[in-house]
């Protein structure tokens, strides 16, 4: 009989000690995959690849127990051998081989050049061979990005007394309604697939307050863009207890600032790799939407085509109009048309044409979509049966308003939208691990 007490120490040496001086000139183990093979002769480079970055090692003729001819690019290695300081090696440190176990050796060669510094091939060959690409360091990196923004959502909401939820992906209706619902049998009922946790995380403010989530939402909208996905990453949350919807803007921006430290103290490495300038969030400016769109009409000579939504073009200027104007890479844009808002945002008192509701644009693009909720139970039955819908299938939802609700708001993030935009991509699917859109469903 065996117990086992927690994690098993191996005999590899640690990425940390690799790049300190108190095992320089003696020998240390590393375990990697073979990034690449430069063969000089009497030497040859074996550069390993780790989930930490990418490490020289050096066979010579007749000191290894196997020659380089043996090693092929994608094998994984344990190698054993003495560690050097070597100021031309990435982190000025080499291991000069005595030993190699090889743990694994691929069946084919690698259809891509993943030890080129930039990978040349076009986005569609990245895609269809998503996980063999993604061993390319710049393309990896991109995603190391991505996880400090999902790790600084989490970090700052817990810090702000915020409770994490999990909430269904299959359910009976869309939060949101229309027609961009995945439908299916489920169990020879109808089903749909979430758009949004929007019903849940309102009805978890009843019970904690303040709640968030990371999970995927989809979207069946027959869009073929660049900016569009139909399973994306939402990065949610809901807040109760607010005085205003200028209480979750203040919450995203704060977000956003706590992100851009993770990301100077903790991914600098990637910063540098793919050459990121992080944006300016110290102060974010708002706009109403109405203005957004009287002043880049007014500042760039374009005639307002339709009063009630913004054309990507006209986001992209007022991205423009703020960079030009107040050096903002960010900007909230308030009070959006109450007919182009779901039921359940909060009209404005002062004129029910409009909400208490905002848009983030990020460089011109939207990322996030908030505001503030009805709470009232009479009020949300008023909204319902003024645009003419139906009750059924949201009995559970109001039942939670009529034994009540504090006033609350929220909202939620592309994660894939705002990676796309702190990167400088021009595709949402270079900010996507396995996009799927019109197209695609594989890999």
Not at 116 to 130: F, G, Q
């Amino acid at each position: 009989m065996e117990f086992l007490n927690g994690i098993y120490k191996k005999e590899v040496t640690e990425w940390d000690e690799l790049l300190g001086t108190s095992l320089l000139n003696q020998e240390v183990i590393l375990e990697g995959a073979v990034h690449s093979i430069r063969n000089m002769g009497d030497v040859a480079f074996v550069i390993l690849r780790r989930r930490e970055g990418l490490f020289q090692t050096v066979v010579e003729n007749e000191k290894a127990n196997l020659s380089v001819h043996d090693l092929k690019e994608a094998m994984t290695l344990r190698v054993k051998g003495i560690l050097n300081e070597e100021e031309r090696a990435p982190h000025g440190r080499e291991i000069r081989i005595r030993e190699v176990e090889i743990l694994s050796t691929p069946a084919e060669p690698m259809p891509l050049a993943i030890d080129k510094w930039k990978l040349n091939t076009s986005l569609e060959a990245k895609l269809n061979l998503r996980p063999i690409a993604l061993r390319n360091v710049q393309e990896r990196s991109k995603f190391k990005i991505q996880e400090a923004l999902t790790r600084a959502f989490r970090d700052f909401l817990y810090e702000q007394g915020f409770t994490e939820i999990h909430t269904p992906k299959i359910g009976a209706r869309g939060a949101e309604g229309g027609a961009n619902l995945f439908k299916f049998s489920y169990f020879h009922k109808p089903a749909v697939l979430a758009q949004s946790p929007q019903f849940y995380k309102q009805m978890m403010v009843g019970v904690f307050d303040r709640v968030f989530e990371t999970g995927p939402v989809f979207r069946a909208e027959k869009h073929n863009t660049k900016r569009h996905l139909n399973e994306y990453t939402s990065l949610d949350f809901e807040m109760g207890y607010i005085d205003g919807f200028e209480d979750i803007m203040g919450m995203e921006t704060g977000f956003l600032q706590y992100a851009m430290e993770l990301l100077k103290k903790d991914y600098a490495k990637e910063l540098q790799i793919l050459k990121i300038e992080l944006p300016k969030v110290d102060q974010i400016p708002a706009v109403r939407f109405d203005k957004a769109k009287e002043l880049v009409a007014e500042k760039y000579n374009r005639k307002i085509r339709n009063p009630y939504d913004l054309e990507p073009e006209e986001e992209a200027l007022i991205g423009r109009y703020f960079k030009e104007e107040y050096d903002a890479d960010f900007v909230f844009v308030t009070h959006y048309p109450s007919k182009k808002r779901p039921f359940y945002a909060m009209d404005d008192p002062a004129d029910d044409k409009f909400t208490l509701s905002f848009d983030l644009l990020f460089h011109g693009l939207e990322v996030t979509t908030g505001g503030q909720r009805i709470h009232d139970y009479n009020q949300l039955k008023a909204k319902i049966a003024a645009r003419g819908m139906e009750e059924d299938g949201m009995e559970q939802y109001l039942d939670t308003f009529k034994h009540g609700m504090p006033p609350h708001g929220g909202l939620g993030i592309g994660l894939e939208r705002l990676t796309m935009q702190l990167l400088g991509e021009e595709n949402v699917r270079e900010a996507c691990l396995f996009p799927r859109d019109l197209n695609r469903l594989e890999p």
